[in-house]
């Protein structure tokens, strides 16, 4: 079973920036797209980035302009580049691969553990 390992998140200032990865525990067949999520406490998990096989990407608008998503195909690795964060930016992130593991299986989707992301002064 695949796994999706994150690293990257922490405790942030207003205005500060931390980069997200999140790595692949094994060799995948085919990545088709990558993204990211994030569920702040008593909300529902959103959508913030996504980025295709030929890159290309869209945003929710709430993160647009500072934040970058960009990926590895080599290392299986997705990356959340944060800029300028701001509290509201506060939440648990996932990350997630739209893959197929092998030749025959379907493609289907597999979600990260999440990492802790604390914008506060």
């Known amino acids: 079973q695949v796994q999706l390992v994150e690293s990257g998140g922490g405790l942030v200032q207003p205005g500060g920036s931390l980069r997200l990865s999140c790595a692949a525990s094994?060799?995948?067949?085919?990545?088709?797209?990558m993204g990211w999520y994030r569920q702040a406490p008593g909300k529902q998990r959103e959508f913030v980035a996504r980025?295709?096989?030929?890159?290309?990407?869209n945003y929710a608008d709430s993160v647009k302009d500072r934040f970058t998503i960009s990926r590895d195909n080599a290392k299986s690795t997705v990356y959340l580049q944060m800029n300028s964060l701001k509290p509201e930016d506060t939440a648990v992130y996932y990350c997630k691969f739209e893959a197929k593991t092998t030749l025959l299986s379907t493609m289907r989707d597999y979600w990260g553990q999440g990492t802790q992301v604390i914008v506060s002064s």
């Open positions: 980025i295709t096989r030929d890159s290309s990407t």
């Open positions: 094994e060799r995948i067949f085919v990545i088709n797209a």
